[in-house]
T-cell receptor, first 115, second 110 residues
């Protein structure tokens, strides 16, 4: 596609519910990132994929957060047993490849509100 | 990972040139400097990226001195629609993750 596409755009979940956020990166982009952005803050790194391999998940805040990219294209970020502190914007980004100076492009984000 | 420092906020008026300076004293040899723009309720949008000297595209210029310890994003003739948060980031894709600060909140007034 023309850009990074994320769905749903907005999600309201009751505390304790599981949610799944989808990311469709730019076609052909090998690298895929997930970031979390709280209100008034800059994005914070969650996890990184190179094709289907999750090479870095050091930013995932707890074991309730899980991300996958089984075929090396679409990725899903899953949050189990959501808590109020999970309320944030979840940004997906992709990059052509791990090459010097490559640009990372972001999607519009999925806004999660846990009530 | 190099840390960046930039002003929290700036004010300007329509038609003026705006320069936002970012300090990154610990920039590494492999690091690029990238600027993003973010509007409320939207994801960050890539503006410009550079390694050294000057880079210009259709929306902005990026000035990087020889020591690369700072950089300046220049927005020519801003309009109301340029009101946004501007983030300066230093790093490269080999690091796999970028450290984002609070950015600079630019307000363009009529």
């Amino acid at each position: 596609g023309a850009g990074v596409s994320q769905s749903p755009r907005y999600k309201v979940a009751k505390r304790g519910q599981d949610v799944a956020l989808r990311c469709d990166p730019i076609s052909g982009h090998v690298s895929l990132f997930w970031y979390q952005q709280a209100l008034g803050q800059g994005p914070e790194f969650l996890t990184y994929f190179q094709n289907e391999a999750q090479l870095d998940k050091s930013g995932l805040p707890s074991d309730r957060f899980f991300a996958e990219r089984p075929e090396g294209s679409v990725s899903t970020l899953k949050i189990q047993r959501t808590q109020q502190e999970d309320s944030a914007v979840y940004l997906c980004a992709s990059s052509l490849a791990l090459q010097f100076g490559n640009t990372i492009y972001f999607g519009e984000g999925s806004w999660l509100t846990v009530v | 990972l190099a840390k960046t420092t930039q002003p929290i906020s700036m004010d300007s008026y329509e038609g003026q040139e705006v320069n936002i300076t970012c300090s990154h004293n610990n920039i590494a040899t492999n690091d690029y400097i990238t600027w993003y723009q973010q509007f409320p309720s939207q994801g960050p949008r890539f503006i410009i990226q550079g390694y050294k000297t000057k880079v210009t595209n259709e929306v902005a210029s990026l000035f990087i001195p020889a020591d690369r310890k700072s950089s300046t994003l220049s927005l020519p003739r801003v309009s109301l629609s340029d009101t946004a948060v501007y983030y300066c980031l230093v790093g490269d894709v080999y690091n796999r993750k970028l450290i984002w600060g609070l950015g600079t909140s630019l307000a363009v007034n009529p």
